[in-house]
């Protein structure tokens, strides 16, 4: 860190908050273009308030042993940055996380002293995402609760097994999981709280790292479903493990990126489409099928169920069948009333999916397709076409999800 300027620094550790999949650009700026709850979208600065960690996750770079550039902003200097490009209208709102450099209750301290001088001086009112650190104490979750627009709490596992398998310094049921309860009851009672047209928090949101510590899926999504059920999560995130090179976890063989999606379109599911978490398809082994994504498991476990009736099926069976999505399903509830629906060019122009759906659908008592869209062909299994070399990086794989 010794000969950095604020500038270089900044740029160092807005290119540890990065994701793999972003440009060179957004690497060296840390401005992100993300999506809003309820809608629309905004550019984020993204940055870690530094990168030197004591902490020893077998998965990230910047474990305390990983061998990358350290460096580090002090509070001023997170919103000082953030202003200038607040102000030029390059960034419209922040996301913050950061390292642990030693105790955990001074490194929050210092990203809850970035926040207060954001809000109190110089009285930003947008969007703060905060992502509290392992360690972090009730009264710091209470203060963050007051500040952040949403907190996120990274789980990591499901239970104290599998976070211990990918990060020995970090506690499953006696930290993680009560912070993020805690944090989930106060930003559910704030938002309850609010009077009308104000504007109200997001919500807390949580991640999982997928396939390294031998975790089920059903297992995480039981999870997800009860955090959820309760208001104490607006979302989780999954991040298919990695091996990054230099980590503890290198020689790790990958999880394939479908596992990932599949996890993501389970609890889509559970969040909007009304599932239970009993009623999704498993294999054997507690996952996902990786063949199908699972609104299509669940409906070939239930002939039963199919073909839906197009011109009287109410929404929430319209919402079970494969291909049609929320959207979809109210359109058709709407105009099925005035217009004539002919076949399946008329429910394309709806937002159906028909290659999925035609086979789950019926108009007027004629099912719409015979069989099923055939599968993809596989000359390997899910993941195996793909290199397994480790990943070379000096950015946390999952820093800002």
């Known amino acids: 860190m010794a000969g950095m300027d604020r500038r270089q620094r900044l ?5 540890s908050a990065a994701l793999d999949r972003d440009t060179p650009a957004d690497r060296l700026t840390g401005l992100r273009s993300v999506r809003l709850p309820g809608g629309g979208a905004t550019t984020l600065m993204r940055v870690m308030q530094t990168n030197a960690c004591s902490l020893s996750c077998g998965y990230c770079p910047t474990y305390c042993g990983g061998k990358v550039k350290r460096a580090a902003l002090a509070p001023e200097e997170v919103a000082t940055s953030f202003m200038e490009a607040q ?3 390059l960034a419209h709102g922040l996301f913050l996380t950061s390292g642990v450099p030693g105790r955990a209750v001074r490194a929050t301290d210092r990203m809850l002293a970035a926040l207060e001088i954001l809000r109190r001086r110089e009285g930003f009112r947008g969007y703060v995402h905060l992502k509290l650190l392992p360690g972090a104490e009730p009264a710091q979750v209470e203060a963050a609760a007051g500040l952040a627009t949403r907190i996120s709490i990274n789980l990591e596992g499901p239970g104290d097994g599998p976070v211990r398998a990918l990060a020995r310094d970090k506690d499953f049921s006696g930290d993680l999981l009560p912070k993020l309860e805690l944090a989930g009851r106060l930003l559910r009672q704030a938002r309850r709280q609010a009077p009308p047209g104000a504007r109200v928090n997001a919500g807390t949101t949580t991640q999982f790292v997928v396939g390294a510590a031998g975790e089920r899926d059903t297992d995480i999504l039981s999870l997800v479903a009860r955090l959820e059920g309760q208001e104490l999560l607006h979302h989780a995130h999954f991040s298919a493990f990695q091996p990054v ?3 503890p976890m290198e020689g790790v063989p990958a999880t394939p990126a479908v596992r990932e999606l599949r996890l993501y379109q389970a609890e889509h599911l559970l969040r909007q489409y009304g599932f239970r978490h009993d009623e999704l398809a498993f294999e054997p082994d507690g996952n996902l099928p990786l ?9 070939l476990r239930h002939p039963e169920a199919f073909p839906v009736e197009i011109t009287t099926a109410p929404y929430e069976s319209l919402l079970r069948v494969p291909g049609v999505g929320p959207a979809a399903a109210r359109t058709i509830v709407t105009h099925r009333r005035g ?7 008329d429910l394309r122009a709806l937002g159906v999916d028909t290659a999925r759906a035609g ?3 019926s108009l007027r008592g004629r099912r719409l397709a015979s069989t099923l869209p055939a ?3 596989r000359l390997f299994p899910h993941g195996k076409h793909l290199t397994q070399a480790p990943w070379k990086t000096d950015s946390p794989p999952c820093a800002y999800r």
């Open 291 to 299: 063949d199908d994504d699972p609104k299509t498991a669940w409906a």
């Open 339 to 345: 217009v004539l629906l002919r076949d399946l060019r």
């Open 359 to 361: 086979a789950f659908l």
């Open 11 to 15: 740029a160092l550790l807005a290119e």
């Open 87 to 89: 102000r030029k209208g």
């Open 375 to 377: 599968r993809q062909l």
């Open 245 to 247: 090179a230099g980590t």
